[in-house]
């Protein structure tokens, strides 16, 4: 089965805290990852996906095949970041790929 | 460029009534998929279309149809809806799937 975990509904932290948002997946094959960001009152929109290997807004994301997962990490959080973050893949399957995502962490930021 | 843009935003309809939602693709776009989002949920895949043709298809009951017109466009039908119909419907666009891009969604209750 197709699968995306998110073991966090909520993460607080400081502001200048580091931050990490799990993600765990389950895919029989080798699938592409990504992390969508919601800010209030915007549309979701893409963060970083991982074939990238770009870190976008100091965030940074490592594909681990062994543990399935694709943590999201900040070394310092800054308020603006307080989002809703969704971990999503796609099976790498042709050119019509679904995504897959998991039920977000509400990351809030506090001064 | 407008991106993705969908109507209406909001929508409340009763029990067994029938609803239409309308997606209009970002520039350049051929693809659009269609998601539905549950209160404290992640975006759950309905189906994609290209082409004017349904090309993958979620989980979801025959209740839930769609089209996709030569201006790439599209629509999402629900037929005989039930309460738990009720969610945020998002629509992406994409080139051949590949790079989504997320319209603002359409809310949708059923009374």
């Known amino acids: 089965a197709q699968r995306v975990t998110q073991p966090e509904k909520l993460l607080s932290v400081f502001k200048g805290a580091p931050v990490e948002l799990k993600c765990n997946y389950s895919?029989?094959?080798?699938?592409?990852l990504f992390w969508y960001v919601q800010y209030s009152r915007q549309r979701l929109q893409l963060l970083l996906r991982h074939i990238s290997r770009e870190s976008i807004k100091g965030f940074t994301a490592d594909l681990n095949k062994g543990e399935t997962s694709f943590h999201l990490k900040k070394p310092f959080a800054q308020e603006e970041d307080s989002a809703m973050y969704y971990c999503a893949l796609t099976p790498v399957s042709g050119g019509y790929n679904k995504l897959i995502f998991g039920a977000g962490t509400r990351l809030a930021v506090h001064p | 460029d407008a991106g993705v843009t969908q109507s209406p935003t909001h929508l409340i309809k009763t029990r067994g009534q029938q609803v239409t939602l309308r997606c209009s693709p970002k520039?350049?776009?051929?693809?659009v998929s269609w998601y539905q989002q549950a209160l404290g949920q992640g975006p759950q895949f309905i189906f994609q279309y290209y082409e004017e043709e349904e090309r993958q298809r979620g989980n979801f009951p025959d209740r839930f149809s769609g089209h996709q017109f030569p201006n790439y466009s599209s629509e999402l039908n629900v037929n005989a809806l039930l309460l738990g119909d009720s969610a945020l419907y998002l629509c992406?666009?994409?080139?051949?799937?590949?790079?989504?891009?997320f319209g603002s969604g359409t809310r949708l209750t059923v009374v």
């Open positions: 992406a666009s994409s080139l051949r799937g590949h790079g989504y891009t």
């Open positions: 895919y029989s094959g080798s699938p592409e």
């Open positions: 520039s350049g776009h051929d693809t």
